[in-house]
């Protein structure tokens, strides 16, 4: 039989590498560790990778697993997802992960500027009626530019059409480079080179995304860089809503397209 919430979010009070830091909690109280978490709890100077929205944490655990050269933090407020990935790092032992309950909203307290060097964005919601809540709209890019280094790297994963065209909009509109494109990552040039770098991220996949995939959905994926100068611009675009909300969901809404 699996935990209850309760008893999940007890195991993860005694995780070392647990930080638990809601709205409710953290409020305008700075965080202690913003700027230091390669120093004070990493122990080390590594490159610095978040995934926003890391649900149950498979992925992060699973970029910890392939890329030990470099430190992992999940990022999610939904604490009972987070303890599934929490726990499997916790039992393998792996130095290089941690993770961080708390609203992305607010994921500038955490992290000190130019601290990060990359962000994953796995499988977020969509957000198609509320652009400002899209981890992709420019609401967070400024966000994320207080902390990502200058050019970081952002990754967008997603089963969801809308995200994914929405972000290309946005990339173009502000011209962001773009090192990499694609509409069927398991059909892409990736996948006809198994052995470069890139392509090692072809081995994770989270519960949900096997699901998508049986479901005969293409996995989209970029990643883009996002320097410092210059002023971000919503695009201006009607974009075509996804059929679906998410897995196993219908759509809420009649609308057609959204902006």
């Not at 009626?129 to 400024?142: D, I, Q």
Request: charge should be neutral.
């Amino acid at each position: 039989m699996g935990k209850g919430k309760l008893a999940k979010f007890a195991d993860m009070a005694s995780y070392p590498h647990v930080f638990e830091c809601p709205y409710s909690v953290v409020d305008e109280v700075p965080f202690e560790m913003k700027g230091r978490w390669g120093k004070e709890f990493f122990h080390n100077d590594r490159p610095l990778v978040l995934e926003l929205g890391c649900g149950r944490g498979e992925y992060t655990v699973g970029l910890a697993r392939l890329f030990p050269e470099k430190n992992f933090i999940g990022v999610d407020i939904k604490g009972a997802r987070m303890w599934t990935g929490a726990t499997e790092a916790l039992r393998a032992g792996l130095p290089n992960v941690a993770f961080l309950r708390t609203n992305i909203e607010i994921i500038d307290r955490f992290f000190g500027e130019n601290e990060v060097s990359e962000i994953w964005l796995t499988f977020s919601d969509p957000q198609m009626k509320k652009p400002t809540k899209r981890l992709t709209s420019t609401f967070f890019m400024e966000r994320y530019r207080r902390f990502l280094k200058d050019g970081g790297c952002i990754h967008l994963k997603t089963d969801s059409n809308f995200l994914f065209t929405y972000t290309t909009y946005m990339v173009e509109k502000n011209g962001l480079p773009l090192e990499f494109s694609t509409t069927d990552l398991y059909h892409s040039v990736l996948a006809e080179q198994p052995d470069t770098e890139d392509a090692r991220i072809l081995g994770i996949q989270t519960y949900y995304e096997r699901q998508w995939l049986e479901r005969g959905l293409n996995i989209r994926y970029m990643r883009f860089r996002l320097p410092h100068e210059g002023l971000l611009e919503e695009p201006d675009v009607e974009i075509e809503m996804d059929e679906y909300r998410s897995y196993n969901r219908s759509k809420r809404s009649s609308s057609v397209t959204s902006k």
